[in-house]
């Protein structure tokens, strides 16, 4: 054991932690340098100063993104939980009981299954589905199911609708991974429990609030944490799916979609670090956030 | 059911006005219809816009304008598939995404267990630091240094390249690899390893040939939440890949939408995206136990 362990153990880790350092950390850290410079993605560069931070504080356009993150980052987990909550509550208990034993409702097993398999399909494909799902004449699916005396939506070419529309496409995928995950911990929670509390008369939605939810509660952290980094995400959907890449006129704008046009549309890849450098500091503060919530949870417990 | 519903009934009727008589009989559960109608909706969304793309892609373009979404197709034709794997290269785009992925995946399974493994099982100075290094990846999105990254394949001349697009998807996979490894690495009992210490196993084949069969379970798990990760990636292949006959198949898929659009060609669209839809059901439905275990292996720890 104690001889060539040194040997050993550079051997293994060289070449994952020098991958890990150049494309990783690497370029994190040239993000800070280069968000002081006027960069444009190819060739030299000179040092601006802080110009690209003072340039983003009055960018409106980055502001609008960073409201639209905000807006997807509060209302896509909340309802993708909630949705997902009930669901899997129904196909574990929602069946009623039978001789004391609750019990999933009929068709269970192939809900889930069912449910599940948009997880697997990647964004950009949904994405792409989902354009013409919602295509503003009738050859978009809902258009085309809509009456015909009805004028066509226009869905993601609409200002006021566009962002939504994104929302539902997200919550579409998501839901089923939610329900297999709090299925699984729904599953874990002994039986005994629920019929000790229908003895006493408990309804089901008294079983789900005092019974579910709070036993539950770490799935439905984690949950929050998967979906916030979702939600913040969002970039093959916007690239993909709206009028313009974030528009119409920046009703769908998010700041992966600002990173992205600023470093490869405008050519202004060092005010794109800046955005990212603006990014690692939100990103921190969440992860922090994150890791005292759940920390004073578990002390209380 | 009949139990715990009937009792308290029976012993009011005298104050209450008289009951349905179906109550006498099997009473149907409010709730569980409810429960049924919503499940079943949910299933109806999740699965109406995949056959609505299948159908679509046996139509002719006019009949997809023809205000029927889920009208049969006159004709159960494949030009539309024949079309989009000739002329829209969605084969090429394919094999391109299995080249790829067969090599990350594998790549990053071999170098994120080596690492995992001795950073789970060995001290020596710099152990926590690199751990933290990587486990801190895990907190920041991947398109916050978007224009740095580019700089760093341009410079390493690893744009265009697939060799550069399996390099920068294993460098961005590692620190969830590592991470679920060297977790679930302590879990593993310290007694076989020793023993085949006395035996003379040297470092390295005490990794092979004991610690990666004891670990089968966790490395499945993580395999297959990195294939489907990275046959999903969107963000990286649009940064690397430039040259339209590298493309993988969640880029080609957004060309084929894009051109789509322009030459009108729905028909070539919706068979491409049923393409690359099929296997995914296929493999689903093969190995529906493993990928959700494996998908939710993150969450659930």
């Known amino acids: 054991m104690r001889h060539g362990k040194y040997p050993f153990i550079i051997g293994f880790l060289a070449v994952p932690v020098a991958l890990y350092a150049i494309f990783v950390v690497g370029a994190y850290l040239q993000m800070f340098r280069l968000s002081l410079t006027d960069w444009s993605g190819y060739g030299t560069f000179k040092d601006i100063g802080f110009d690209n931070f003072v340039k983003l504080w009055n960018d409106e356009v980055i502001w609008t993104a960073l409201r639209h993150n905000g807006f997807l980052l509060l209302v896509m987990p909340i309802v993708t939980i909630a949705i997902a909550l009930l669901f899997a509550f129904l196909l574990n208990v929602g069946g009623g009981s039978k001789g004391g034993m609750t019990r999933g409702v009929w068709g269970s097993k192939i809900y889930r299954v069912v449910f599940f398999f948009p997880q697997l399909l990647a964004l950009a494909l949904v994405a792409v589905i989902f354009q013409r799902v919602y295509g503003p004449d009738k050859s978009g699916m809902i258009n085309g199911l809509l009456p015909d005396s009805w004028e066509p939506w226009l869905f993601l070419a609409d200002e006021k609708w566009a962002l939504t529309c994104i929302l539902i496409v997200l919550i579409w995928q998501a839901v089923g991974f939610y329900v297999v995950l709090f299925s699984a911990g729904m599953g874990s929670i002994g039986q005994e429990i629920y019929e000790a509390a229908a003895l006493d008369g408990a309804s089901r939605i008294t079983l789900f609030f005092k019974i579910t939810l709070p036993l539950l509660w770490g799935n439905i952290q984690v949950a929050w944490i998967y979906l916030g980094i979702a939600a913040f995400d969002a970039f093959a959907l916007v690239n993909i799916m709206t009028v313009n890449q974030g528009g119409p006129n920046n009703s769908t704008q998010v700041l992966s979609m600002q990173i992205y046009l600023n470093a490869f549309k405008y050519s202004q890849a060092g005010y794109a670090s800046a955005i990212g450098v603006v990014l690692f500091f939100l990103a921190l503060s969440f992860a922090w956030l994150t890791l005292r919530v759940t920390r004073s949870d578990s002390v209380e417990a | 059911m ?76 494949f030009k539309n598939f024949a079309d989009a794997w000739s002329e829209a290269h969605i084969g090429q785009y394919f094999l391109n995404s299995v080249f790829v992925v067969l090599l990350s995946t594998a790549g990053t399974m071999l170098l994120g267990s080596m690492a995992a ?32 990254l580019f700089g760093i394949a341009q410079a390493m001349n690893l744009l265009d390249s697939f060799f550069g697009l399996i390099v920068i998807y294993i460098a961005y ?37 004991v610690m990666l069969p004891m670990a089968k379970s966790g490395l499945v798990s993580i395999a297959i939440f990195n294939i489907v990760g990275q046959w999903n990636q969107y963000l990286l292949p649009v940064v690397i890949m430039q040259s339209e006959d590298k493309y993988v198949l969640t880029q080609g898929i957004a060309n084929i939408s894009v051109s789509a659009g322009y030459q009108a060609e729905w028909g070539q669209l919706f068979a491409a995206l049923t393409l690359s839809i099929l296997p995914m059901i296929i493999v689903y439905a093969v190995f529906q136990r493993q990928i959700q275990a494996g998908l939710t292996s993150g969450a659930v720890k």
């Open chain 2, 2 to 77: 009949t139990n715990l519903t009937t009792i308290p009934s029976a012993g009011a009727t005298t104050a209450e006005p008289p009951a349905p008589a179906k109550e006498t009989g099997r009473r149907v559960n409010p709730l569980g219809g409810v429960a049924h109608l919503a499940l079943f909706l949910w299933a109806l969304a999740t699965v109406g816009p995949l056959i609505w793309v299948a159908l679509a892609s046996f139509k002719t373009n006019e009949e997809i304008f023809l205000d029927e979404p889920f009208g049969l197709p006159q004709s159960w034709a």
């Open chain 2, 117 to 148: 493994y001795v950073l789970a099982r060995y001290r020596f100075p710099g152990n926590r630091f690199i751990y933290y290094l990587f486990v801190s990846g895990l907190a920041f999105p991947t398109f916050m240094a978007l224009a740095p």
């Open chain 2, 173 to 209: 996979s590692l620190s969830f690899t590592v991470f679920f490894l060297v977790a679930f690495f302590r879990t593993l009992p310290h007694e076989i390893e020793e023993a085949a210490t006395v035996d003379g196993a040297g470092h390295v084949r005490r990794f092979f040939q």
